[in-house]
């Protein structure tokens, strides 16, 4: 299905003329990134099972935008991802909808490790507050 999904989305890059600006690839050839922007436009059963993906691709204070949802089902994909986005009110046109938003902030400790070495850890306003 993978390679399917790929090719799908070179042919309409190519229709659309913007192919050259795409870069596709596998999931396991997908470089570790955080984007400003990440979009995925598949259905909703997906969106749902790949939310961990999804949310890990999107840099703190980045966007996201999903498509492909059925107006049904859009509030069940919006609650999935608010816990690391704020979500904006879902567009809907006809009987597909638009989810999207921005993801939270990433807040940060500075301390010192055992040998007296700064470390800095990184955590997520989602899992700031599943740690109280």
Known sequence: MPRQALIASKANAERNGVAD???LYL???QPEIEADLVMANILAGPLGDLRSVITHY???EGHLVMSGILDVQAERIAALYSEDFDMEPTALETEWARVSGKKHP???VECS???GDPVRYNFTEAEL???S
């Open 21 to 23: 600006k795409l870069k």
């Open 27 to 29: 999931p396991e050839q």
């Open 113 to 115: 490790d055992n040998n």
């Open 58 to 60: 999107c840099k703190p």
């Open 129 to 131: 507050k599943s740690q």
């Open 106 to 108: 990433l807040f940060w």
